[in-house]
């Protein structure tokens, strides 16, 4: 661990606090690196730098380094770093509290000085990423579509669901529930409880009560607050929206406390409702012990009804060692949940480390195999499982390598996309772009990569109008929301 010496020359403190997707303190340390007030010295002959720099470093700071889960690291101003060693301590070390790995058994610390100077080499003029822009029209391998900006000035929006009377509710992260009507935002919904918004946590997934028309209920999730400090935990609630309140809420399921801790990263947790039942997701929450320990409740997804008791057909409901709404295990972080609307069975999506993304089938009391098979490693490049299959164990019906990050899984529907008709659209945080899948039975068939540069992209629904929506988020700027619109041929 770094002494509080060095902490101080990145942040001007002795104590870190992380409060975005990678940490406050990952943005010093990023900005410093390339910004150091004093000269890292040449980039020396030990490792090629620039291909170290793509393998370990844009996975998080984005291709070409211009921003992703981490900050961007061309251009920019911050002057922290005082000394070579205290960057290279920084990268070998790392800062595990904080999300940021040690790297101490992939460089020596010459290597770790050489990376230092080449992302140092990086702070010249830049341009800012090119992102989609309002009215372009992308060429799909099945037809065209037109990008139309429908609303924007969110802080990462990271949930949204369609109101019978057409107007579009939205969760941002930051803590805030927000009414979209015709494009323009509301005032926030007041009331809303406080949430824990640092790294992966904040206020997640919302969900419409399946006979919401007649009883009003919007289910959340969100990272809770714990009693101690720093200390949080997924958490799943209900409430209702009367005069720009939120009213009447009830606590759907919470972990015991003994499962809330200072980690912030792998909260989960989408929500969806399947005959009348609740599924939410928990990711491991950063130990990954957590999702082949069926009395712990991350690292799965649960099934629970509406009001939060548990069904009587739940795979583990008799177990005493087991958690009773558990539904299936072995997961890292699932944060997609759709279902399929010709088979009505389940798909998740979830990340893997570096590398090993998958998408699966999800099987009633199956296990998914993290983190006993995967097809990834550490962040530092070492194996995490010889393994990528196991009996016993169900395989993804595919992975991404290196890792793309997927955020959303959701099936096409609409009519007005007939060539994608119940195709699987798959939304990516670090690839900032959407795949469309193709599967038959567990096997794929096809994908296909289209809207890149589009931004990290957080939840796609259908809208009234039979348009596809997507909300997004950018680094350091507002998110929006998009809707894609048939080009005809």
């Given at each position: ?27 010093h ?16 002959a030990?490792?090629?730098a ?6 370990f ?5 984005g291709?070409?380094?211009t921003g992703?889960?981490?900050p ?29 790995p ?17 992302i140092k080499s ?13 009215g ?12 139309e ?12 669901a ?10 941002e ?5 927000r009414?979209v009507d ?5 005032p926030?919904?007041e009331g809303?409880?406080?949430?824990h ?7 997640l ?6 006979d ?18 720093d ?5 799943v ?8 309140h ?8 919470a972990?015991?406390?003994?499962f809330?801790?200072?980690?912030d990263d792998?909260y ?5 409702f ?22 712990n ?10 009001d939060g008791t ?14 009773p ?8 972080n699932?944060q997609?949940l759709?279902i399929?609307p010709?088979?009505g ?12 993304d998958?998408?699966?089938h ?5 296990n ?5 098979v ?8 070492t194996?995490?499982?010889d ?15 290196p ?15 007939p060539?994608?008709k ?28 289209f ?30 929301i ?8």
């Amino acid at each position: 661990m770094l002494s509080p010496q060095v902490c101080r020359a990145f942040t001007g403190s002795t104590r870190f606090t992380v409060s975005s997707d990678f940490g406050v303190f990952m943005r010093h340390v990023a900005r410093a690196l390339i910004f150091a007030c004093v000269s890292l010295g040449p980039v020396r002959a030990s490792i090629d730098a620039k291909g170290q720099a793509e393998q370990f470093c844009y996975g998080c700071h984005g291709d070409q380094f211009t921003g992703g889960r981490a900050p961007a690291l061309a251009g920019g101003g911050w002057h922290h770093a005082r000394t070579e060693e205290e960057a290279a301590d920084i990268i070998l070390h790392g800062l595990p509290n904080a999300g940021m790995p040690a790297f101490e058994k992939t460089f020596s610390v010459e290597d770790a000085r050489a990376l230092a100077a080449f992302i140092k080499s990086r702070d010249m003029p830049w341009e800012p990423a090119q992102f989609i822009l309002d009215g372009t029209v992308l060429h799909t391998q099945l037809g065209a579509i037109k990008m139309e900006r429908f609303s924007d000035g969110y802080e990462t929006p990271w949930s949204m669901a369609f109101l019978p009377d057409g107007r579009l509710l939205v969760t941002e992260k930051a803590g805030r529930l927000r009414i979209v009507d015709h494009g323009q935002l509301t005032p926030a919904i007041e009331g809303i409880p406080a949430v824990h918004y640092q790294q992966d946590g904040g206020l997640l997934s919302l969900a419409l009560d399946p006979d919401f028309a007649k009883n009003g209920w919007i289910y959340l999730s969100y990272a809770d607050p714990g009693a101690k400090p720093d200390y949080s935990m997924t958490k799943v609630i209900r409430g209702k929206i009367r005069d720009g309140h939120w009213v009447d809420q009830e606590t759907v399921w919470a972990a015991d406390a003994k499962f809330y801790h200072t980690g912030d990263d792998h909260y989960g947790c989408r929500l969806l409702f399947v005959n009348g039942k609740l599924f939410f997701s928990i990711g491991d929450r950063g130990d990954r012990s957590n999702a082949q320990n069926l009395a712990n409740p991350c690292g799965k997804i649960h099934r629970v009804n509406p009001d939060g008791t548990v069904p009587a057909d739940n795979p583990f409901v008799d177990r005493k060692d087991a958690d009773p709404t558990v539904w299936s295990y072995g997961h890292r972080n699932p944060q997609g949940l759709a279902i399929d609307p010709q088979t009505g069975e389940i798909w998740e999506v979830e990340h893997g480390p570096r590398g090993g993304d998958e998408l699966n089938h999800i099987h009633k009391g199956a296990n998914y195999g993290w983190p006993i098979v995967t097809w990834g490693t550490n962040e530092d490049g070492t194996k995490i499982s010889d393994a990528t299959s196991a009996p016993g164990m169900v395989d993804p019906v595919a992975h991404w390598t290196p890792s793309q990050a997927p955020g959303v899984l959701y099936f096409s529907d609409s009519d007005r996309y007939p060539a994608w008709k119940n195709q699987i659209l798959v939304g990516f945080l670090r690839g900032q772009k959407i795949h469309r899948v193709r599967v038959k039975g567990d096997t794929l068939v096809e994908q296909e990569a289209f809207a890149n540069s589009l931004g990290r992209v957080r939840d796609i629904k259908t809208g009234p109008d039979g348009l596809i929506y997507v909300a997004v988020e950018h680094w350091e700027r507002s998110g929006e929301i998009w809707r894609m619109v048939p080009v005809a041929r």
